[in-house]
């Protein structure tokens, strides 16, 4: 069976642009949460979408958006990029999302966005 | 408010065992993840406890106590390919949302 998976790998950006980071969740699957990890740190929570529907998001900017499909694939977005945007973006794929649940978060092999 | 403590780096010797010792407190708690990353890779799940005591999983067993808001990951019979960071992550409430709180993780150093 396939993991989650992610595209693209390696992203080169210059600041002030816009990038779409995009995963697909395990077959079954029906939550994705995203990720931001820098450099030396511990992934910090951004996003959670269960049934196309945003149920939790992290302590970040509104330059940072994100959608789920009736696939239930999600991209992310980030606008106006700065320079430190930089970081290993990872897309964690879930059962279900609700309070509670216990299911396990299986990351896929992330996004890493250079922004110069 | 939401910590999650683990120290910084751990060195050990291949065939030994180590712990990896994790102190938390979150605004709410709904279990514990222990994570394995090797650098440049994605995180992969090793073990979850929601309930006090061991659990083992091959040469990996992760303890909790929720009353004390700890846990620990052992590792035995050590590898060198058990060198990479570990990383311990309650869940945590945020309205509807199960999500992980991950801490700056321990990197182990395995050495012959």
């Known amino acids: 069976d396939a993991g989650v998976t992610q595209s693209p790998t390696h992203l080169i950006k210059t600041r002030g642009q816009h990038v779409t980071l995009r995963c697909s969740p395990i077959?079954?699957?029906?939550?994705v949460s995203w990720y931001q990890q820098v450099l030396g740190q511990g992934p910090q929570f951004i996003f959670q979408?269960?049934?196309?529907?945003?149920?939790g998001r992290g302590n970040f900017p509104d330059r940072f958006s994100a959608r789920q499909f009736p696939n239930y694939s999600s991209e992310l977005n980030v606008n106006a990029l700065l320079l430190g945007d930089s970081a290993l973006y990872l897309c964690?794929?879930?059962?279900?999302?609700?309070?509670?649940?216990?299911?396990?978060?299986?990351f896929g092999p992330g996004t890493r966005l250079t922004v110069l | 408010g939401q910590n999650i403590d683990q120290p910084t780096e751990m060195t050990a010797t291949e065939g030994a065992i180590v712990q990896i010792n994790c102190t938390y407190q979150?605004?709410?708690?709904?279990?514990l993840f222990w994570y394995q990353q090797h650098a440049g890779e994605a995180p992969t799940f090793l073990s979850y406890?929601?309930?006090?005591g061991l659990e083992e999983k091959g040469r990996f067993s992760s303890f909790l106590s929720r009353s004390k808001g700890y846990s620990y990951l052992l590792l035995k019979e050590l590898q060198m390919k058990d060198s990479a960071s570990y990383l311990c992550?309650?869940?945590?409430?945020?309205?509807?949302?199960?999500?992980?709180?991950f801490g700056t993780g321990t990197l182990l150093a395995v050495q012959p």
């Open positions: 964690a794929s879930s059962l279900r999302g609700a309070s509670g649940s216990t299911d396990t978060q299986y």
């Open positions: 979408y269960y049934e196309k529907e945003e149920r």
């Open positions: 077959s079954g699957h029906k939550s």
């Open positions: 979150t605004s709410g708690f709904n279990g």
């Open positions: 992550a309650p869940t945590g409430y945020g309205g509807a949302t199960n999500k992980l709180i």
């Open positions: 406890n929601v309930l006090d």
